[in-house]
């Protein structure tokens, strides 16, 4: 790409998302610099979406800028932290300007929502990548993590997961004829990190997960930080009306092993469920208990008619009957 | 790329650079958690990497893992940041436990040169891009920035640019026969951050900009941010043994237009110079006074000639006669 097509990608990220005081300097120098909260400590985490992986070729601009902050935030929110800061790294194949003004609103959108600024980015010619670093903080003792999960805690999960993978499925022309289809795209397309809930959940949560590679593959990951297990009861899945269109087993495949979610995963200590529940009404906060804490290691799903087996290995090797 | 060789990736980062205590929570949850220090900002920078573009195919990987967090590290050194953290955002064709190692290797020795640990990444699958992310901290008041330079102070650049320019030409095979290839091929593939200069710099410096475009492209965007100009003596320039084999005015272009140096372009108010010179000595700190900062925007480069015309657009549109 030429200069003057730089400065036009520049001139869409020097002022992007939320204005925010603790921003000392901004897009433009470089390096940012930015005031961190005294005695919270940082949270940062990193991720990339890929075209032709991550999400179909010809992906909406919009959904495109908003996914590759929503599943940033969702690993904040994983951690019970506030976001504050982003970084965008964009790797794109040619500087069209509708498709990066379609790319921005969406990344921006988000962006304000959350009350996160843009800080610095790097445009570079490429196959389409978009990485995002996000920064935000969290009283250190509070923060929440995979590992904190103990034999007996209550298992939850907020939202209906498997929406987005059968909004994929639809997406890529896998799936048809569903009711409801526009719900389930959205979920693929738009999801929504649950920054809220994750920050509200510090006073309740021994362990928490974001949901990005299926229910049971994310469970298996908090369970084996943790040094446990989990059940989960197939009956108790929280699955959306579009999702149940597709008949009671699919609909729990797609909640059970689907990707793409940004729900969170959660344990609670069962001393806590029940101040959890008032305090953080579910019809409210939108999460459902789904299952408990084993000390046995690994997933074991169990339905109507008993166990299912789980491999250990989780999402690739799942074995659903 | 199956689960199996994300957790063969997951192995080489997980204990990648230096140990350090304000690490409170590293590779392996949904974010990592770092202290930053009290009174200091946080700098954040963000730089990609992408094959075929930055470097060319089929590089070696540890120079591919050394100069993606080369490049970060010199935008620290140009805000006279301390760096600390780093997260890695790594787009692979496949997972090649040989190339992984070797770049793994590349990453790490340069890491723990400056004290910085891997804590997050994300490792997806596509054509081969590295971005990193590069976190540091800085005293707010003492950070520089490129905004600062003022007609009248004196301008500096570090090492002897154009190096890695001809380093990358040697590689690319566009150039030959040059005594001393190595060394400039090393410029190239094992660039140097300023790091220690440039914190050093924050007691003397009004200006400072990494050379990563070109020392015309780099200075005029200082010159730009600062609202003045430069002026350039091509006599001033300091050439390499090798890159002076090329030719006066070979070697002169490369130095003026190259990029990938990773040098530090700064700015010194004249009445601190002497002090500069006493205390950081250029000898010592490799460090060579090429010019003067201008009220007169653009820059100019002048030689025994006289002056040579540069466009105030910079590299893109040098004109060199």
Not at 64 to 77: Q, T
Not at 99 to 120: D, I, K, N, R
């Amino acid at each position: 790409m030429a200069l003057s097509e730089f400065d036009l990608i520049d001139r869409f990220f020097r002022h992007c998302g939320a204005s925010r005081a603790d921003v000392r300097l901004g897009v433009g120098d470089d390096a940012a610099l930015l005031a961190c909260p005294p005695g919270e400590v940082l949270a940062a985490a990193v991720d990339t979406l890929v075209e032709g992986v991550h999400f179909p070729p010809g992906s909406p601009a919009e959904s495109i800028g908003h996914r590759a902050l929503a599943v940033n935030l969702s690993d904040l929110a994983a951690m019970g932290a506030r976001p504050a800061w982003a970084l965008l790294a964009l790797t794109l194949p040619s500087a069209d300007a509708t498709w990066l003004s379609a790319f921005t609103a969406g990344f921006a959108a988000l962006a304000e929502a959350h009350a996160v600024t843009l800080v610095g980015g790097d445009t570079t010619h490429g196959p389409l990548t978009v990485t995002v670093t996000i920064l935000g903080h969290v009283a250190a003792t509070d923060a929440l993590r995979r590992s904190g999960a103990a034999p007996g805690d209550a298992l939850f999960v907020s939202g209906t997961p498997g929406d987005a993978a059968a909004g994929l499925a639809l997406e890529q022309g896998r799936l048809q004829g569903v009711e409801g289809a526009q719900q389930l795209r959205d979920r693929f397309l738009f999801p929504t990190p649950r920054v809220a809930l994750g920050e509200r959940l510090r006073a309740y949560a021994s362990g928490c997960i974001d949901v990005s590679d299926g229910l049971v593959a994310d469970a298996l990951k908090l369970a084996r930080a943790s040094g446990c297990g989990v059940e989960i009861a197939a009956t108790a899945l929280p699955l959306s009306g579009p999702l149940r269109t597709l008949g009671l087993k699919r609909a729990r495949d797609f909640a059970l092993t689907g990707g793409d979610d940004y729900e969170l995963c959660f344990t609670v200590p069962l001393e806590r469920v029940a101040r959890l529940q008032a305090e953080l009404p579910c019809e409210q906060w939108g999460y459902t208990r789904i299952g408990t804490v084993s000390a046995e290691s690994g997933v074991r799903v169990r339905d109507e008619e008993g166990a299912l087996t789980v491999s250990s290995e989780g999402y690739d090797h799942f074995v659903s009957g």
